[in-house]
C-alpha cells in the first residue's frame, strides 16, 4: 500500500515543505550556545537558556495551537505559524541594537512559538492524509525532510555566524530569514490548500478530550517517551559542537563541520528507516534505535580523551535516533480516534499539541545537561542523553510487547489488559 495516495499528494508536498522550517529554525538555534558563549563569555549553563526559552515556547504555544486549528482549519494553523516564527526572526536586528541577552531570549521565544504551530498543524495533517495503516511510515516520509531543513541551517550559521561571530551577525542572518519568511506566508495566502474537515464530535469539550487521551496507555507513554527523546536530542546536538572542539582542538567554525556530518547522517538515516520500514514493524525499528543510541552515549562518556574515536560514536548517536521522533508520535496517536479504543474523531488535534508540548524536554534537560558540563565535565553531562534514550527504549520494549499480546482488544488503548 502507497504510503501517500494520489488524491493527497499535492497537500502532502506543500506541508511537508513546512517542515524544513522549523528544522532550520532548531538548529540555528543549536549554534547559539556557542556563539554567545565567546561573545558574552557566558557559561554553559547560562548558554542553555536559549535552548530554555526555545522548546519552552514550544510547550506554551503547542495547545493554544490545537485549539485553534480545531476551531478554524489547518491552513489558518499555517498561517499563525509562519506570522509569529517572521516577527520573532525579525526581532533578532532590534536585540543586537540593544546588545541584550533578555531580548534576545524574548525573539527566540516568539520565533519558537511560530514553530510550534507549525508543528502542531503539520504532523497530524500528515497523518490524515490517507490510510492509518501508513500514517506511522507517512509522517516519516514528511519528518524526513526536517533535517535537510537542519542541514540548512547550520550551513547558514557556519557560513554567516560562526564565521565571523558578533551581535550583528547573528541578527542580520535571522532578518534574513525573517524577510524570506514572510515571502514563504504571502505565497501560502494566496495558495489553495486543503482546510481540514471538522465533525460534529470535535465540539467534545477539552476536558473530556484529554480524560480519553489519558486513558489511551500508548499515547500517554507516547508523551513521556517524546519528551525525554526530545531532551537527549537538544542535549546532543547543543554540545556536540562544544565536545568537539575540545576533543580534537578546533575553532566553532571547524567544529560545526562535524555538527553538519551529524545532521547529514541523521537525515540519510531516516530516509533509511523510512525505507525499513516496509519489511520492519516501527516499534522494532525502535528498540534497535534506542538501544543503539544509548551505547553510543555511553561510548562517549567513557572514551573522553579518545579525540576521533569520540567524535566517530558523537555522530552514530545522531544516525541511530533518527526515527524516533516521527516514530514515537506516530505510534501515540496511531489510536486515538478509534471508537473501539475510547476515542473520538478529532481526538488527535489536541493529542497531537500534547506530543509536542513534550518538546519541554529540550527547555529542561539541557540546562541539566549544562549544569553537570560546569560541575564536572561535558563528557560526564552525556549522561542525561544516556538516561533520556534508556526511557525510549522502555517505551520501544512496551509497544513491542503490546504488539505480541492476545489479550488486548485495543493495543495499548484504553481496553488494553
Not at 556563539?35 to 530554555?52: E, G, N, V, W, Y
Not at 566517530?312 to 496517536?333: E, K, N, Q, R
Amino acid at each position: 500500500m502507497k504510503p501517500v495516495e494520489k488524491q493527497y499528494l499535492k497537500p502532502f508536498i506543500l506541508v511537508t515543505t513546512l517542515f524544513l522550517l522549523w528544522g532550520l529554525a532548531n538548529n540555528m538555534t543549536d549554534t547559539l550556545l556557542s556563539a554567545f558563549k565567546k561573545i558574552m563569555s557566558m557559561s554553559d549553563t547560562q548558554t542553555s537558556l536559549i535552548q530554555f526559552a526555545f522548546y519552552g515556547a514550544y510547550f506554551c504555544l503547542a495547545l493554544p495551537a490545537a485549539l485553534f486549528i480545531r476551531k478554524h482549519s489547518y491552513k489558518s494553523g499555517v498561517i499563525l505559524g509562519l506570522c509569529l516564527y517572521a516577527v520573532g526572526a525579525i526581532l533578532f536586528m532590534p536585540a543586537a541594537k540593544a546588545a541584550s541577552y533578555g531580548f534576545y531570549l524574548i525573539a527566540i521565544y516568539i520565533m519558537a512559538g511560530g514553530c510550534s504551530v507549525l508543528e502542531t498543524t503539520a504532523n497530524p495533517y500528515i497523518l490524515s492524509m490517507g490510510s492509518p495503516e501508513t500514517a506511522t511510515r507517512r509522517l516519516n516520509i514528511a519528518q524526513a525532510f526536517n533535517p535537510i531543513g537542519s542541514i540548512m541551517g547550520i550551513l547558514m550559521s557556519k557560513f554567516f555566524i560562526l564565521s565571523d561571530i558578533s551581535l550583528y551577525s547573528i541578527s542580520g542572518t535571522y532578518m534574513t530569514l525573517g524577510l524570506v519568511l514572510i515571502g514563504i506566508l504571502v505565497v501560502m495566502l494566496v495558495i489553495k490548500m486543503p482546510t481540514g474537515k471538522h465533525s460534529e464530535e470535535e465540539t467534545t469539550g477539552l476536558k473530556a478530550v484529554v480524560k480519553r487521551l489519558w486513558a489511551n496507555k500508548r499515547y500517554r507513554w507516547g508523551v513521556v517517551a517524546q519528551f525525554f527523546y526530545v531532551g537527549a536530542q537538544i542535549g546532543v546536538w547543543s554540545f556536540t559542537i562544544r565536545i568537539v572542539m575540545q576533543e580534537l582542538s578546533m575553532t566553532e567554525a571547524s567544529a560545526s563541520t562535524v555538527y553538519l556530518i551529524s545532521i547529514i547522517g541523521f537525515c540519510l538515516s531516516r530516509f533509511f528507516y523510512t525505507w525499513m520500514m516496509k519489511y520492519f514493524a516501527p516499534h522494532k525499528l525502535l528498540v534497535f534505535g534506542a538501544g543503539m543510541s544509548l551505547i553510543c552515549s555511553a561510548a562517549v562518556i567513557g572514551l573522553a580523551g579518545s579525540g576521533w574515536v569520540l567524535v566517530v560514536f558523537l555522530v552514530f548517536i545522531s544516525i541511530f535516533m533518527s526515527l524516533m521522533f516521527p516514530t514515537i508520535y506516530g505510534l501515540a496517536l496511531e489510536t486515538v480516534e478509534k471508537k473501539e479504543c475510547g476515542g473520538q474523531t478529532g481526538d488527535a488535534k489536541i493529542g497531537a499539541s500534547g506530543l509536542i508540548m513534550a518538546i519541554l524536554g529540550g527547555a529542561l534537560l539541557t540546562p541539566l545537561q549544562g549544569f553537570l558540563s560546569d560541575s564536572f565535565s561535558i563528557h560526564i553531562s552525556f549522561a542525561v542523553p544516556l538516561t533520556c534514550f534508556a526511557v525510549v527504549l522502555g517505551y520501544a520494549i512496551f509497544m513491542n510487547k503490546l504488539s505480541k499480546g492476545t489479550s488486548i482488544k485495543c493495543p495499548g488503548g484504553a481496553n488494553s489488559q
